[in-house]
């Protein structure tokens, strides 16, 4: 993809199939070649959408992840504001995207971390952060044939997020052991999935944070105080359908909960 015009185009027709819960085929000269026309694409969606950001999640934090999506390491996409919702909701699925769940550790920002050089370090992000809590993200995909092995287009789309609910933000983060700390994921009240905060390839979740505020395609924007970022699954993805009841348990740091409706 090498015109502006043509990434824009794309974008909001990205944009209307995450909006109208469609599919769409990728047109001919629409693939982003590298990163760069990746993120362009992004951005384009949100610019199409008017959406406000109320952060960013993080995807392919694991390498079977990476695997799948044909990625050489992590990458981000942005939280909208009009999807992110607090524990216990209701969220509708569109069903023709695949829907899947992740249960995530996800950190809230008490400061701003602008752009800057020299990078920043883990312990100056930590002195950023206002909480740690459980998150739930819904992922899927716009896409005809799905995204294994499209690692650019998962990228253009948003990391293929769909919506994400924040659990409880109260939890003692300070105390915890974030290189190891467990959480447990059930769906229809049996468990699914299980993990530790210490799978992320960063090592803990504000790591993740610090990889994130360095990214140079963040620096347009930078990271603002009062973000969430959701730093990628402990759990692995699973399917999810209408009528589903999803809890994630974090211990000491609580549980999530949703509920999907069609």
């Not at 610019?47 to 392919?60: M, R």
């Not at 970022?229 to 809890?247: F, L």
Request: hydrophobic residues 40%; charged residues 20%; proline residues 6%.
């Amino acid at each position: 993809m090498k015109d502006a015009s043509t990434g824009a185009r794309f974008a909001r027709r990205l944009w209307e199939a995450r909006r109208d819960g469609n599919l769409i085929r990728v047109g001919e000269g629409e693939r982003p070649a590298d990163e760069a026309e990746a993120y362009a694409v992004q951005r384009g969606i949100t610019e199409a959408s008017g959406c406000a950001v109320a952060g960013f999640k993080i995807g392919a934090t694991a390498q079977f992840a990476m695997d799948v999506l044909g990625v050489d390491g992590p990458f981000f996409g942005p939280l909208y504001r009009e999807s992110f919702r607090p524990t216990g909701s209701t969220v509708r699925l569109p069903v023709a995207h695949s829907p899947g769940i992740e249960a995530e550790f996800v950190v809230g920002l008490a400061s701003n971390l602008p752009p800057r050089d020299p990078p920043w370090t883990v312990e100056e992000v930590r002195e950023a952060v206002s909480w740690v809590a459980p998150g739930l993200e819904i992922v899927g995909s716009r896409l005809e044939g799905g995204l294994t092995g499209a690692g650019m287009l998962a990228i253009a789309d948003g990391g293929a997020n769909i919506d994400f609910v924040l659990g409880p933000t109260d939890g003692d983060w300070q105390s915890a052991d974030l290189g190891s700390h467990p959480v447990v994921l059930d769906i229809n009240g049996v468990e699914s999935g299980s993990g530790h905060s210490g799978m992320l390839v960063f090592g803990d979740p504000i790591a993740g944070v610090a990889w994130l505020a360095n990214r140079a395609e963040v620096a347009p924007r930078g990271l603002r105080a009062g973000d969430a970022v959701t730093t990628g699954t402990c759990t692995g993805i699973r399917p999810i359908a209408p009528g589903d009841e999803v809890s994630a348990d974090y211990g000491s740091l609580g549980v999530v909960r949703a509920r999907f409706a069609d």
